[in-house]
């Protein structure tokens, strides 16, 4: 473990880049409430945590020594994490920020009023069977695509892709997600499509427009097609 902690030190940042850094401010944040440091929010009664799936152990570190009654509502799934420093078990987590002996209320949710029966049904084909249980209140919907490519033609099967959705979708908002956006937005670019002033990762050509995005940039968004 200290060998661990003396490789993670290592490889901090200078602290007047850590300072800036929006990935080092739960850690900033940790050692100055160990250290002394006060809260500015003094006493804290209840912490309400929504996509906590998403939390890291220093994240939730600091919100546990923020919390001084002990008192917390979480809402998540875990099914839905982003990185592997995020909690993969609620006992875990529950054990974590209450200590041992006590734990947390799990109430679970098995109908999603977001989703369609169709995009669900997909999702839970990357889950293990037993866990595939929820089921969607709306019935109706488009079911996904799965195309076809070589890895030589991957990035002009996206653009058509694209296309085809934009053209199914005129007024809509359409998306490209990819691990690797800039090799997808640079390709776009060299067949005629050009960067928007107003959106970082937009791209426009004629009246066409597809946003392209990384994973992690796309969560909680929402597009007619995808």
Known sequence: ADTRLARELRQLPPWADARKSR?????????HLVSGGHSPWGHVAHIIVDEAHDLTETEWEVLRL??????????????????????????????????????MEHVQLPVTYRSTAPILDYANMLLPQGIRSRTALRTQGIKPVVLRTTRRRVLDSTMAAAEELCSRYPTGMVAVISENPVEVRDHFITQGWQRS???????????QAVHVLSPFAARGLEFDGV
């Open 23 to 31: 990935e080092q401010r739960a850690l900033i944040a940790g050692l």
């Open 66 to 103: 923020l919390n001084s009654s002990g008192q917390w509502t979480l809402v998540g799934d875990l099914h839905q994490r982003r990185s592997p420093r995020s909690t993969d078990s609620w006992s875990r987590l529950s054990e974590h920020l209450l200590g041992s002996g006590r734990s």
């Open 197 to 207: 002033s107003g959106a970082k990762r937009k791209l426009t050509r004629n009246s």
